[in-house]
């Protein structure tokens, strides 16, 4: 049966987080691989903990909650003007390498194809608009709607609220372990892009599909029909 | 104002989490640091992920999750009695040195003591009995009564139920920042015992105390009057 969405996540997914880590270092020289990945298990974790704890904000505020406490657990000082900047970096993330490619082999087929992401409106219309990836979604759905993050329920429930479908008549591609757990909790389909060759996570729900690229998908979908 | 009670986190706070190394070193020489943190790491975003997803499974069920994921995911293999005995480490962490002689500390003040802890009853019991500081509490009481985890608020309205109490009443003492950060946001009074003197967590709660070891607390209730 073919789906009657496809939703993609943004950061870690289409998008590289990883290329925060230039202007890391251009801030501060010699700290910015470790700047760059504390700063981001920062935005998830609280993320995670807001939601749990029933304190919302939103993913711009995060992200910058999050660069603060990894700039002072480095000994770093960060001024307005090179926090601001910083955080602009999450407006031009680079997309990964394979994600037009396997943007435009979904082009041809008959199902619409959405983002649906932790990132405030704003945040996901600048990032996909910068990249020229834009075009290929029907909606950009930011949780930001149901005011709680990836992995509450509620946040999956968007995507089935927007194309009125069953959670079962959708996938999720995510390269997010956790994330695609979370879906499949929800009653999503998933594809998981493990680019690491990680474990499945413990979670007690399976992806539906596993690669190791974004190029993968399009294959598997042929595979299954 | 004295406090209605003191409750204490257990892993980590009272009993040192990094007690498995040695157990995970016997095991896969080489390989004992990398494997007890990781498991750690794990535990505690299992913990998150499933009450985020509604999906409870007990402390002991999420800690063995986490110990698999680990090991697999540093290419290693876990025979059925290594598993059994690893996990065994938990009921026998062995406890902060400063622990014993704070808790003796207080012992003189009329105020009840007791533990708060994502640990089931039956990991409790044993880690505070093997321990010799279960006659300091007054309870032990398990987030497995309320199936959330902290930072969810049910998890702490536990201790408010249990001693009849208003949330302002009740000091919650912990070491895991992001516990401090969920007791706080709850409306609890916190002592962060911050042992790494790491930055306070960016959630928008910030602690009442603060002390770099279990030992500042009689000394920070004395001040307080």
Redesign the interface.
């Known amino acids: 049966m073919p789906f009657a969405a496809i939703l993609f996540d943004a950061y870690g997914t289409l998008l590289d987080v990883g290329s925060v880590r230039a202007a890391a270092e251009r801030a501060f020289p010699g700290n910015g691989a470790a700047l760059s990945a504390l700063w981001r298990d ?1 935005q998830l ?2 993320s ?8 919302y ?1 939103d993913f711009w505020h995060v992200t910058g ?2 660069l ?2 990894a700039v ?2 480095l000994g770093l000082e960060v001024d307005d003007t090179t926090r601001t900047e910083l955080l602009a970096e999450y407006e031009r993330l680079t997309p990964f390498p394979d994600a037009a490619p396997m943007l435009e082999a979904l082009a041809s087929r008959d199902v619409p194809l959405a983002v649906l992401s932790n990132g405030t409106p704003r945040m996901l219309d600048a990032a996909f608009g910068n990249t020229g990836l834009r075009h290929h979604f029907a909606a950009l759905l930011s949780v930001d709607a149901a005011q709680q ?1 990836k ?3 509620a946040a999956y429930q968007l995507a089935v609220d927007h194309f009125g479908a069953s959670a079962d008549e959708l996938l999720l591609v995510s390269s997010n372990g ?1 994330d695609v ?2 879906a499949a ?2 009653g999503l389909q998933t594809f998981w892009v493990n680019r690491q060759d ?2 499945v ?5 399976e992806p539906t599909g596993i690669g190791r690229a974004l190029a993968d998908l399009p294959r598997w979908l042929d595979e299954r029909g």
Request: aromatic share 18%.
């Open positions: 920062k974790l609280y995670w903990l807001r939601t749990l704890a029933g304190r904000a909650d999050a603060d406490y002072a657990a993050y992995v509450a329920p956790w757990a979370g909790a929800f990680a474990p996570e413990r979670l007690g729900a």
